[in-house]
């Protein structure tokens, strides 16, 4: 694996929802996201961020101690046996790939050094089918991304646009 580093001209296509966006309230989304859970029945949800990570149920959650910037502190549950990577703002550190293909195997979370932002790359790049992936969406709601082998291929094409080292 390489380490991938997001180049300018990506941010703004990424701050698009690449999946299933949730949109309203913190009570509204809560309630559509429990709704498309009893609906898809998926075997594995993987939370990316710690909006979504504090907020929904889910077997796997990456974080990084902060929600916009600004640091919070997470309920012990999150820290106990959670995985720890290192990740740069804009990049998807080389070393991160077998921590999230550990966590995912066993159901562990991730405390990233750093920031988790692009981490839902991996975690859609690794997961298997029946698996969401969810992200946040500043001020609006969620993104779900239902793992499919279409869904990756997206994600694979846009990982080719990232500069590598």
């Not at 296509?13 to 509204?28: A, D, M, Q, Y």
């Not at 106990?80 to 550190?93: D, E, F, V, Y």
């Not at 159901?107 to 790359?121: Q, R, W």
Request: with cysteine.
């Amino acid at each position: 694996m390489k380490t991938y580093i997001l180049p300018n001209f990506l941010r703004k296509k990424l701050r698009k929802p690449l999946g299933i966006s949730i949109l309203g309230k913190k009570t509204e989304v809560i309630k559509k996201f429990q709704q498309l859970l009893e609906k898809k029945r998926f075997k594995k949800i993987i939370t990316v961020g710690d909006y979504c990570s504090l907020t929904l149920p889910s077997d796997v959650k990456i974080f990084d101690g902060r929600i916009k910037r600004r640091k919070i502190n997470p309920p012990p549950n999150f820290w106990w046996g959670a995985l720890k990577c290192s990740n740069p703002r804009g990049t998807i550190q080389k070393g991160v790939w077998q921590v999230i293909k550990k966590a995912l195997k066993k159901n562990k979370n991730v405390f990233v050094e750093g920031e988790e932002d692009l981490l839902a790359i991996p975690a859609v790049l690794l997961s298997g089918k029946k698996t969401a992936v969810v992200y946040g969406l500043p001020n609006k709601g969620i993104c779900l991304i239902e793992i499919s082998p279409k869904i990756k291929k997206i994600f694979r094409e846009l990982l080719k646009k990232f500069k590598t080292n």
